[in-house]
């Protein structure tokens, strides 16, 4: 909880990698609806990151809509690539989409580390964020509680 928030959403920007999954998918090497979502998926998380990492850092009041709205996109993105990467498996015992080579490539290395250490960090930083939003709506309302309580007495 004490890790800077500017910080967590920033670490997302690196996000844009998610282009990877678009080339992978031009080389024929990921083909069905898991490249494509989670290439652009992770290209509008990461690009949106940048700014409002930005604006979280230099502003003194918290643009709270946007930081929920994109962590709720970003958290969403993540599970539904991880859907559809399942889902498109050929072989496996889970797969509706058949369409070519599917998400082999997610089984090999590099490209395993994708599911296995980055969708689990994101994860774990967009559940930091949420938990951290949600911890300043208490204090703010515990606040506006002690106020009235206050002017009651």
Request: hydrophobic share 55%.
């Amino acid at each position: 909880m004490a890790i800077p928030m500017p910080l967590l959403i920033g670490l997302n920007a690196l996000r844009v990698l998610g282009v990877l999954f678009l080339l992978l998918a031009a080389t024929g090497r990921l083909s069905g609806p898991f490249p494509l979502s989670a290439g652009w998926g992770d290209i509008v998380t990461g690009a949106f990151a940048i700014p409002l990492a930005l604006s979280v850092a230099r502003s003194q009041k918290l643009p709270v809509g946007a930081i929920m709205l994109w962590n709720i996109f970003g958290t969403l993105e993540l599970f539904v690539a991880v859907g559809l990467g399942m889902t498109s498996a050929a072989g496996s015992p889970l797969q509706l989409v058949h369409a070519g080579v599917g998400s082999d490539a997610m089984q090999y290395l590099p490209f395993c580390l994708v599911p296995t250490v980055l969708v689990p960090f994101y994860l774990i930083t967009h559940a930091i964020i949420a938990a951290q939003l949600g911890a300043r709506r208490t204090a703010a309302a515990l606040s506006r509680v002690r106020l009235d309580f206050g002017k009651l007495c």
